[in-house]
């Protein structure tokens, strides 16, 4: 079975310039989670999705930080204009329905702000 | 508001030397406590869940327990491969929409 799968890897950015990060969930997953973990934190929510509609972005900063989650499958994640503080791993998991069921977590992709 | 502390922050064992990680909580209600790997430059990986006080689970070298208050991890006879950062997340049981909140994390290096 395939795992999560994120892209890119790696994105080096300037302060104030665009980004954008996507996700594949597994195969059937209806659930879709983005994390932010900052280096030597745990990850922190930042919007689940059950299919495509949102259930929570209580902690998604609204006014730079947009996701959407095309046809309930993919997911991307996107930051405009980008900020010194958002240099993290920003981490996609999915599960088969909600936080109770076995969160898969994909590899995570490195932002570095200038 | 929901804390999770995980201790040490750090713990560095010779292989062989068995020890115990520390997740305690504070949440109105727990519906569930999460154990995770990480590696280093990869996301966390699923290990246990637990639901209820009493409750233990075990894999391998690695056993968790949970109370009221806190959960343990304990790693027996530990390898060089159980080196990595484990963490502890919670989830509290007190109506309506709830997500997990993931402690720090405590980096395990385990020295042959």
């Known amino acids: 079975e395939a795992g999560v799968a994120q892209s890119p890897r790696y994105k080096i950015i300037e302060k104030r310039q665009s980004v954008a990060f996507w996700c594949n969930p597994i195969?059937?997953?209806?659930?879709l989670y983005w994390y932010q973990q900052i280096l030597g934190q745990g990850p922190k929510l930042l919007i689940q999705f059950q299919n495509n509609g949102v259930v929570d972005d209580s902690q998604l900063p609204k006014d730079r930080f947009s996701a959407e989650r095309l046809k309930g499958v993919d997911s991307t994640l996107k930051i405009q204009p980008a900020k010194l503080e958002d240099s993290a791993v920003y981490l996609c998991?999915?599960?088969?329905?909600?936080?109770?069921?076995?969160?898969?977590f994909g590899p995570g992709t490195r932002l570095t702000v200038l | 508001e929901d804390q999770v502390t995980q201790s040490p922050e750090a713990l560095r064992l010779q292989e062989g030397e068995s020890s115990s990680l520390n997740c305690s909580y504070t949440?109105?209600?727990?519906?569930?406590l999460f154990w995770y790997r990480q590696d280093p430059g990869k996301g966390p990986e699923f290990l246990f869940t637990l639901y209820s006080a009493g409750e233990e689970k075990e894999k391998e070298r690695l056993k968790a327990t949970l109370t009221k208050k806190e959960s343990f991890l304990h790693i027996t006879a530990p390898k060089p491969e159980d080196s990595a950062t484990y963490l502890c997340?919670?989830?509290?049981?007190?109506?309506?929409?709830?997500?997990?909140?993931f402690g720090t994390g405590t980096k395990l290096q385990v020295i042959p």
């Open positions: 998991a999915s599960s088969t329905r909600t936080f109770t069921d076995t969160q898969y």
């Open positions: 195969s059937g997953h209806a659930t």
């Open positions: 949440v109105s209600g727990l519906r569930g």
């Open positions: 997340a919670v989830l509290p049981n007190s109506g309506g929409y709830q997500k997990v909140t």
